[in-house]
């Protein structure tokens, strides 16, 4: 397909277990971010890589998420010991990278729900 | 930390009606995104301001952006139900080369028809 895709596309999971969200980035997008985005809230920036470089993780809450992008393709967020306010919509972009600050092409997300 | 704030949070109108939506930051803006999001599908791209004064059209929409308010609105001319949706304003955090956008709350716009 040619827009970005996002896996799965629901997961619910229980709390204590680890999940890892994957996205595929449209094919040469450069620049990579991952966002959070809880009910009737705008997304929230957790993490951007330029190729397969974490270039800024400012926005991860804590340090049981953590984000690669190994081949500086696809990217997989990973959530460990999830807990009930883990629970969004995670939201990954793409975009060319480049000056004049390009688009960001959105996925459909991942909802993730802890119980 | 820069903050959006978008008014009204949530708006009703029937077709055919003009309608705007307003974006204020609490700091500079360095360039304003307009997306739309609708349950269960990603954001799409509306429009991106960069310049103070810059107004940009697509058709039914337009975009303007006020630097010296440090505010941008985004109107829609004789509404249709496909404009349904919620519409997100974002803004690329100063001092930073690279796209990390912060988010408004959304404004939730039903169309009648």
């Known amino acids: 397909g040619a827009g970005v895709s996002q896996s799965p596309r629901y997961k619910v999971t229980k709390r204590g277990q680890d999940v890892a969200l994957r996205c595929d980035p449209i094919s040469g997008h450069v620049s990579l971010y991952w966002y959070r985005q809880a009910l009737g809230q705008g997304p929230e920036f957790l993490t951007y890589?330029?190729?397969?470089?974490?270039?800024?993780k400012s926005g991860l809450p804590n340090d049981r998420f953590s984000a690669e992008r190994p081949e500086g393709s696809i990217s997989t967020l990973t959530i460990q010991r999830t807990e009930q306010r883990d629970s969004a919509m995670y939201r990954c972009a793409s975009s060319h990278a480049g000056a004049n600050e390009p688009e960001q092409f959105f996925g459909p997300g991942t909802r993730l729900t802890v119980l | 930390s820069q903050e959006l704030e978008q008014s009204p949070q949530s708006l009703i109108v029937q077709e055919g009606k003009n309608l705007t939506i307003n974006c204020t930051s609490s700091k500079t803006l360095y360039g304003l995104y307009w997306y739309k999001q609708k349950y269960g599908e990603g954001l799409i791209f509306l429009m991106m301001?960069?310049?103070?004064?810059e107004e940009k059209s697509h058709e039914k929409i337009t975009a303007k952006l006020d630097e010296k308010k440090q505010q941008s609105s985004l109107h829609i001319t004789a509404s249709q139900p496909s404009h349904a949706g919620i519409y997100l304003c974002g803004a690329k955090a100063g001092g930073t080369s690279y796209g990390k956008l912060t988010f408004g709350q959304g404004t939730i716009l039903t169309v009648h028809p």
């Open positions: 301001l960069q310049k103070g004064g």
């Open positions: 890589f330029n190729y397969e470089a974490q270039q800024d």
